[in-house]
Structure formats: structure tokens, C-alpha cells
């Protein structure tokens, strides 16, 4: 069973509109963390919490919200869409300072 | 800042085939290297990782050595099976990295190994 359960694994959005992004961690972990992966580029770290507080953001724009309810959860909000923002989108956990991640399947955005 | 270069996009072989990815990095300090794969619909899995000079990381008859020298970690396996068939990701994190779970990862090579 999946020990990283990311909702929705596909979504279709239209330009200007917002869809949040599920991440549900089943490890124990006390870190989680966004990765975004587009088209023709390199898996990118975009956002990392712990015990549920922001340790790192490397996301410049402010239309991605991370938001986490539960401390095995972190959701990511992305308002106002792009077409550039379709993208695979990994969520990911860890014990914090081990750098040893485990990531989910994935969930693909895609904004026409 | 950091990055990671791997300089195969692709590769193709045959089962039985010595395989060789070369990975080579660029960070100051001493960044702990990986070596992650992802097969189709999954998300990226650790293979391993090294944090010091010369240590060599292994998993499943895959190994890569951290050269700080050369600034490399090639993988290396000696006899690929049509199940390793993937895609390959060569990452590092720096010290800050470690802390906040930020992994620079290289561009990924597709591996396709044929029966």
C-alpha cells in the first residue's frame, strides 16, 4: 500500500482557476516537502515544512500556498492557474534532517 | 548555486550490458550525493546515497563511488536486467539541503534495456 497518498494522480484545470492538491504521509515522518516536475525540466524543490511550520520556500510566486491542517498532511494551493504551471507535482516526506526523502506518485496538472 | 549534470539523455542496451551513467556535480562544500529512480506512474525512489569522499553507495548491483576530485558519482552496474528499465536521477544536497529537505537533481536518464 502506498505509504504517500497523493490526490488527485490527474487533473485538468482552465486558465485563472485554482485547485488544491493532496498529500497524506502514513511514515511517521515529521517533514514534507513539494517538488514540481515539468516538461523538459529537472525535478524542482519548491516548498519544505516541519512539525508543520515552513522551513524553506523556493517558489516565487505567491499563487503557491502550501497548507497543512495535521502534521501528516501537507496540501498545496495554486490560485490564479497557468498553462506553465501544468507540471507533475511530487509530494515527499522525511525525518527531518536526514535528507533521505520518500515521494508519492504524483499528481499531473494540466492547465489548458 | 548547485547544480548536477548528467551528461546521458538516454541509453539503450541489451540485457546483460555494463551500464554506466555518468553524473558530475557542482556545489560548494560538501554536499551528500544520490541516486534516485523512478519507473512509469511512481514517484522517485531512493537507490542510495554517499556524504564523504571515496564512499561508495550500493543498492540492487547498482554502485557509485563520490569522487570529490573529479566533483563525480557515475553509476555503475555491471549486468542490467530488462526490469531496470527506468528513468535515473542523479541529486545532491548541500548542508543547508540536509536541514530543509532541498535536493538539486539532475536533468534524469531514461534507461531502456532490451531482452
Known amino acids: 500500500d502506498p505509504k504517500i497518498i497523493q490526490k488527485p494522480k490527474y487533473l485538468v484545470a482552465v486558465t485563472g482557476s485554482e485547485k488544491i492538491l493532496i498529500c497524506e504521509q502514513y511514515?511517521?515522518?515529521?517533514?514534507m516537502y513539494w517538488y514540481r516536475q515539468s516538461a523538459k525540466k529537472p525535478l524542482e524543490f519548491m516548498f519544505s515544512y516541519s512539525y508543520q511550520k515552513l522551513m524553506d520556500n523556493q517558489t516565487a510566486s505567491s499563487r503557491f500556498q502550501p497548507q497543512s491542517s495535521k502534521k501528516n498532511h501537507l496540501d498545496l494551493q495554486i490560485t490564479a492557474l497557468k498553462p506553465d504551471d501544468s507540471a507533475t507535482y511530487f509530494c515527499?516526506?522525511?525525518?527531518?534532517?536526514?535528507?533521505?526523502?520518500?515521494f508519492g506518485e504524483g499528481s499531473k496538472l494540466t492547465v489548458l | 548555486g548547485d547544480s548536477v549534470t548528467q551528461t546521458e539523455g538516454q541509453v539503450a542496451l541489451s540485457e546483460e550490458d555494463f551500464l554506466t551513467i555518468h553524473c558530475n556535480y557542482s556545489a560548494s562544500g560538501y554536499p551528500t550525493l544520490f541516486w534516485y529512480v523512478q519507473y512509469p506512474g511512481e514517484g522517485p525512489q531512493l537507490l542510495f546515497r554517499a556524504s564523504r569522499d571515496k564512499e561508495k553507495g550500493s543498492s540492487r548491483g547498482f554502485e557509485a563511488t563520490y569522487d570529490k576530485g573529479t566533483t563525480s558519482f557515475h553509476l555503475r552496474k555491471a549486468s542490467v536486467q530488462e526490469s531496470d528499465s527506468a528513468v535515473y536521477y542523479c541529486a545532491l544536497s548541500d548542508k543547508a539541503g540536509a536541514n530543509t529537505g532541498k535536493l538539486t537533481f539532475g536533468h534524469g536518464t531514461i534507461l531502456r534495456v532490451h531482452p
Open positions: 515527499a516526506s522525511s525525518q527531518v534532517n536526514t535528507g533521505q526523502l520518500y
Open positions: 511514515l511517521g515522518h515529521n517533514a
